[in-house]
């Protein structure tokens, strides 16, 4: 899925990994300040940008707490899908 693994939680596309980018899927109203950081695009398909999805390259992923953060988001995310019951 996206040319890359995909890990689902509860029943949701959470974050793609790929070879040299992970995908998080993140509250869409956070999509505007997080893609303004240094390595980050919003994800397009299609030419179709996806608010809400956003590619984070390699390097800005080395250290712990920039991948943690990543992470955080889209399982922030991930819950607030599945407690409305979507």
Request: one cysteine or more.
């Amino acid at each position: 899925m996206f040319g890359s693994l995909a890990f689902m939680v509860n029943g949701k596309m959470c974050l793609t990994a790929g070879s040299k980018r992970m995908m998080c899927r993140i509250d869409p109203k956070l999509h505007e300040q997080e893609v303004k950081k240094i390595g980050c695009s919003t994800v397009v398909m299609r030419g179709r940008n996806y608010k809400g999805y956003i590619h984070v390259q390699e390097e800005n992923l080395k250290q712990e707490n920039d991948f943690e953060h990543w992470i955080e988001l889209a399982l922030d995310f991930n819950e607030q899908l599945t407690s409305k019951g979507k």
